[in-house]
């Protein structure tokens, strides 16, 4: 798998992720306290952002060795 195709593979699941967090949320958001869901909703929101950090330092990596490829070529 090249470089390109991961960069992809990892926009297509940070994509995956923000649904699921929406969805999480609007479902939260009916069945929850207004003090459970906000408690819930920053859990959601801190492993997501983790999550996405995690995949952006991947793509910073993979986007580097591409580029030094890129200049050897």
Avoid: D, E
């Amino acid at each position: 798998m090249g470089a390109g195709n991961a960069n992809r593979a990892l926009t297509i699941i940070v994509g995956i992720l923000g649904i699921l967090v929406g969805i999480a949320i609007f479902s939260m958001a009916f069945n929850l306290t207004p003090f459970l869901t906000a408690i819930v909703l920053v859990y959601i929101m801190a492993i997501f952002l983790v999550v996405y950090g995690i995949i952006s330092i991947i793509q910073a990596i993979l986007l580097k060795s591409q580029q030094k490829k890129a200049v050897t070529a």
